[in-house]
């Protein structure tokens, strides 16, 4: 299994993204069960589009908003010609499948950047329901109900044709303490717009750096080509004193991965 990997609930995938250059056609997936019992699921192709705070959203649900089905209408969908094998697969505990792709780009396709999103989902199986005396264990007039969660992942299959044109900054850096969750203490929290420049996504790491010393770090942050910049925040692992410098580093994990695409430089008031 390949290092890189997301999970939920008894899921695990790997890799966490899948990008096909231009001459890219092929690749694989891998999907683990991590859990006790067997389980099923079912595999299909979504397009989704990232909102302006960061969320992944399903364009069927986008387009419920006014303001969201607008930036849903900008992504340019790689479902019609990314293709898949299987689209369901029982998994005994700890046993993985592998899912191949495929990218069929049509022969008059235009340069730009194409997305979907690979979406694996439990199905939960048949025996989660009430049974009879469970059905009738509530009192006359009451509504017997069992929630059972579904588990779903996504990641983004993105086909690129023609050459990336990946460029990223860092915008409006803002130093502040605030209160940790649940916490009387306050931590320190950099806050930034994280912009796409260019015509691709962006796909990077974080870091916040006093000196050769790494005081946050956000891994995993893209920007698609829907929207033009998101917030982030990033928390460090402790409060620097005033007037220390940090230098903020976007650091590339697509086309040039380890490469710093922006950096931002903020003193600690």
Do not use: C, W
Request: no cysteine; hydrophobic share 45%.
């Amino acid at each position: 299994m390949l290092a890189a990997a997301v999970g939920t609930g008894d899921i695990n995938i790997s890799p966490k993204r899948i990008v096909f250059g231009p001459n890219g056609r092929g690749a694989t997936v891998y999907v683990f069960n991590r859990g006790t019992a067997p389980a099923t699921y079912s595999i299909a192709v979504i397009d989704r589009a990232m909102m302006p705070d960061g969320r992944i959203e399903a364009i069927d649900d986008a387009n419920r908003s006014a303001a969201e089905a607008t930036v849903a209408a900008r992504v340019k969908s790689a479902k019609t010609f990314v293709i898949f094998t299987p689209r369901r697969v029982t998994l005994q505990p700890n046993e993985s499948q592998t899912i191949r792709l495929r990218a069929l780009r049509p022969a008059n396709l235009a340069s730009g950047e194409y997305r979907t999103h690979l979406t694996v989902t439990a199905i939960p199986p048949e025996d989660v329901g009430l049974t009879a005396d469970e059905a009738v264990k509530p009192a006359a007039g009451q509504l017997a109900v069992r929630v059972v969660p579904v588990f779903s992942i996504s990641i983004p299959l993105i086909v690129r044709q023609g050459a990336a044109e990946v460029r990223g900054a860092l915008e409006a850096p803002h130093f502040a303490l605030e209160r940790a969750p649940n916490s009387q203490q306050k931590v320190a929290v950099i806050s930034l717009e994280l912009m796409r420049l260019g015509a691709s996504s962006v796909y990077g790491n974080i870091e916040v750096r006093r000196g050769d010393e790494v005081l946050g770090v956000v891994q995993g942050l893209a920007v698609y080509p829907e929207i033009a910049g998101r917030a982030v925040q990033i928390p460090l692992s402790r409060i620097p004193p005033s007037g220390t410098e940090l230098r903020v580093v976007l650091v590339d994990d697509d086309t040039q991965p380890g490469v710093e695409l922006a950096k931002a430089v903020l003193t600690v008031p």
